[in-house]
Nanobody, 122 residues
C-alpha cells in the first residue's frame, strides 16, 4: 500500500510564500515522475508543475512560471513546490501526483495525495 502525505498549505497574504511537500511511503519499488495539480472552486483541475525522475525535465503552467519552483529529493521520496509571489488566483486545493512502481515486475501507476488547501487573501 502506498500513501502520499502533503503538508504546507494554509492562508497567506498576496505576495507571500508557501512551500508544499509531498512524501511517499509504503510498498514502493521505484518512483518516477512527480508533480502537483490544483483545483479551484468551480474550475477544472490543472497541472501546476511536474518533474522527471532525474529532475532534468520540468514543466510549469504558464500562470506560475517564474513564481513557483518544483524540486524533489529521491532519497526522501519527497516532492516540493516552492510558491512565491502568491496571488489570490492561486487559491486552490493542491494535490501531488506520483508515478510509483510497487513491485519489480509490476506496472507503474499514478497515486494522488489527499490535497492541501492554499488560500491567498488579505
Amino acid at each position: 500500500q502506498v500513501q502520499l502525505v502533503e503538508v504546507g498549505g494554509g492562508l497567506v497574504q498576496p505576495g507571500g510564500s508557501l512551500r508544499l511537500s509531498c512524501y511517499a511511503s509504503g510498498s514502493i519499488f521505484s518512483i518516477y515522475d512527480m508533480g502537483w495539480y490544483r483545483q479551484a472552486p468551480g474550475k477544472q483541475r490543472e497541472l501546476v508543475s511536474d518533474i522527471s525522475i532525474g529532475g532534468d525535465k520540468i514543466r510549469y503552467a504558464d500562470s506560475v512560471k517564474g513564481r513557483f519552483t518544483i524540486s524533489r529529493d529521491n532519497a526522501k521520496k519527497t516532492v516540493y513546490l516552492q510558491m512565491n509571489s502568491l496571488k489570490p488566483e492561486d487559491t486552490a486545493v493542491y494535490s501531488c501526483i506520483v508515478d510509483i512502481r510497487t513491485r519489480a515486475l509490476g506496472p507503474a501507476r499514478q497515486y494522488w495525495g489527499q490535497g492541501t488547501q492554499v488560500t491567498v487573501s488579505s
